[in-house]
């Protein structure tokens, strides 16, 4: 039953990932990064269910945590860059 | 039946993250993007967590999957927000737009794109020094100008 799910989930990943390819703009590719990282904790969320072990919400812990100061970074870069033509 | 509700909650998540899918797929500009992933995504992957804690039923598993629904919870509206500012300021074009733009006169915002005004400066660089490769002296294939050469047409 979470085997359906797990696989279920992997359409939005590679779905973003494709957006994340094709996107014309830096904003777009970062906005696809955001959401990649949302897949991966619920990814690594059922993996955990899957195989029962608890280490992997640990992984979904850290993938959060890096994804949020990976979205911040480029944010703060696409601000100055937005700013500096002015 | 607890099996059950695990599962439920499971597939509620998963249909979270297809419906951030879709707004990722067919939204028209980058706030829209945000928008839908920001929302829709942080429940998606929160249903599925506490999908995961009910089937687990463990006080470590429940302490650690509650604590990463409160990051989540805390923490992609924050970054939701910084880059919607950004995306705002940098000038990204606002094509699903009804009305006035509310923000007008609030915030500086740049008229052309990020990527647009990277190309252009990135031009105007080239302009400058069209083909740097001839202004090395190293490299020139065609016939070697001696010193004397250079002295005469100076003259």
Same mark, same amino acid.
């Given at each position: 039953m979470i085997t359906t799910l797990l696989i279920l989930v992997m359409l939005p990943l590679a779905m973003t990932l494709w957006r994340m390819i094709v996107a014309k703009t830096l904003v777009?590719?970062? $906005?696809?990064?955001d959401m990649?990282?949302?897949?991966? $904790?619920?990814?690594a969320a059922l993996v955990a269910a899957m195989t029962g072990r608890r280490e992997f919400l640990d992984v979904g812990f850290g993938l959060g945590l890096i994804g949020f100061v990976g979205t911040c970074a480029f944010a703060?870069?696409?601000?100055r860059k937005g700013r500096s033509e002015q | 039946m607890t099996e059950i509700l695990a599962v439920a909650f499971m597939l509620a998540g998963v249909i979270f993250l297809f419906a951030a899918m879709f707004g990722?797929?067919?939204?028209?500009?980058?706030?829209q993007?945000?928008?839908?992933t920001t929302k829709s995504g942080t429940v998606g992957a929160g249903l599925i967590l506490v999908g995961v804690? &009910?089937?687990m039923g463990d006080g470590q598993a429940t302490f650690i999957g509650t604590a990463t629904v &409160?990051?989540?919870?805390?923490?992609?509206?924050?970054?939701g927000h910084l880059l919607g500012r950004a995306a705002y300021v940098s000038g990204a074009r606002l094509d699903g737009l009804h009305g006035d733009d509310a923000l007008d006169g609030v915030l500086e915002r740049s008229p052309l794109t990020l990527d647009e005004y990277l190309a252009q400066s990135e031009k105007i660089t080239s302009q400058r020094n069209p083909e740097p490769d001839r202004a090395d002296p190293h490299i020139t294939v065609g016939e070697p100008t001696s010193p004397v050469d250079n002295q005469r047409s100076a003259r």
């Open positions: 777009d590719r970062v $906005v696809a990064l990649l990282t949302g897949v991966g $904790v619920a990814i703060v870069f696409i601000m | 990722l797929l067919r939204f028209a500009d980058p706030l993007r945000i928008h839908a804690m &009910i089937q &409160i990051f989540l919870m805390l923490t992609i509206p924050i970054a």
